[in-house]
């Protein structure tokens, strides 16, 4: 089994092509997507209707599920921005996702963790910044999931470990956006890039193979799209 994983579009439209351009050189089984797929000042709607001809397994994320739950009036700028952007079918469908995916009877696909799409599997705050778990955190966290292959997202960092019993968590890291593009938290200054990364998953005899990806596109013009929409915020995320 060969998969592809990809988590965290954010609606960046040309990151996401890019993803898809270089997956048509590779050959793989399917293609797993872990959620929070369009919320941004980018390309929301357009994001989305690319991803319906695709038909991939989606997990929901924390940001699908809130476009979905939460009042307009109780929305930050790019979720507002969203919601406008997405017909009324279009948000409750992304409500609707599955919260997690058992893509075969030895791989789980969630957004955060197997109990929330809000907590993080492989990190935790530490001083008001993410830290790598200890490995006991994360067996705490994956407490009855015997799978061998865990994905998970949410954090935007790319990223495998083990856990105990041989289980292996991947994050593949965010397709289109920035750790803290949208957010003005202090570890928005920490290193990062804007590549679309992704990753794939190989099952070999002896165990899962890795491969991480971080591929260079034009995000200048997700700048000038960000700018466009009026988030210099956005903007200077992808260009500083």
């Known amino acids: 089994m060969r998969l592809a994983i990809l988590s965290d579009i954010h609606g960046n439209l040309l990151a996401l092509e890019a993803v898809l351009a270089d997956l048509k050189t590779r050959s793989v089984d399917a293609t797993i997507n872990l959620g929070d797929s369009v919320t941004n000042p980018l390309w929301p709607r357009e994001t989305l209707e690319l991803l319906d001809t695709l038909n991939l397994p989606t997990v ?74 200890t490995a006991a955190t994360l067996d705490r966290r994956l407490a009855g999931r015997a799978e061998s292959l865990i994905l998970c997202g949410h954090s935007h960092h790319q990223y495998a470990a083990h856990a105990s019993s041989n289980r292996l968590v991947l994050n593949p890291g965010s397709v289109g956006c920035p750790r803290y593009a949208d957010d003005a938290h202090p570890a928005r200054q920490e290193a990062s890039s804007p590549h679309a990364k992704y990753a794939i998953a190989t099952r070999r005899s002896r165990g899962w193979q890795v491969e991480l990806f971080a591929l260079e596109y034009d995000w200048r013009a997700v700048a000038d799209q960000a700018r466009l929409n009026g988030r210099d915020d956005w903007a200077d995320a992808f260009l500083g």
């Open 60 to 133: 929901r994320g924390n940001h699908d599920r809130w476009i979905a739950e939460r009042s307009r009036t109780d929305m930050t700028p790019s979720m507002a921005f969203t919601y406008e952007s997405l017909t009324s079918e279009q948000r409750e469908r992304l409500g609707s996702l599955p919260s997690t995916l058992q893509v075969d009877a030895d791989v789980l696909a969630v957004h955060g963790t197997p109990d929330s799409d809000t907590d993080y599997l492989l990190e935790e705050a530490v001083d008001g910044r993410l830290a790598l778990a």
